[in-house]
């Protein structure tokens, strides 16, 4: 069992990038007080389309994002509590966009790489429960994500 499995079946990212990424979020589980031998997540990346497509059919919202989450752990009203079976937390899934990373990149003038892990920081963080609906929570987020950024020392 692996803390974090990263999928890119279409290799939309170089192994430099896969590997950064794997270090970062041991990093932000580190930061979180994350069990890494009994925790599991994925990270997926995909095109434009491919992301458009998830978000309209899961989110309701027929348009391309940078980033989606989608955490196993969140309560649904009426959803049935699974008993028994694997003790491994499974917190779920980061589905990140290639193309709008790379847009993102230029459009903030830093690296590709600061912009990959910034998406994978935030949707990690999202599986944990945080969000930004609100101002209070929204600052919350942010002055997480950018503590575990400059930790792993990938600042802007």
């Known amino acids: 069992m692996s803390f974090l499995e990263i999928i890119d079946d279409e290799s939309l990212v170089s192994e430099d990038a896969k590997n950064m990424l794997f270090n970062l979020l041991n990093k932000a589980a580190d930061i979180e007080n994350i069990d890494k031998n009994n925790t599991e997540l994925s990270i997926s990346f995909v095109g434009i389309e491919e992301i458009k497509e998830i978000n309209r059919d899961y989110r309701g919202k027929d348009k391309e994002t940078d980033v989606i989450s989608f955490a196993l752990n969140d309560e649904i009203d009426g ?17 990140i966009c290639v193309d709008i990373a790379r847009e993102q990149a230029k459009e903030y003038n830093h690296s590709f790489e600061r912009e990959l892990g910034f998406l994978a920081v935030h949707g990690f963080l999202h599986l944990l429960g945080y969000d930004h609906m609100t101002e209070e929570e ?17 600042n802007r």
């Open 138 to 154: 929204e600052k919350e987020m942010f002055e997480k994500q950018e503590l575990i950024l400059k930790e792993f020392g990938l």
């Open 79 to 95: 959803e049935l509590e699974i008993i028994g079976g694997d003790i491994t937390n499974y917190l779920g899934d980061v589905i």
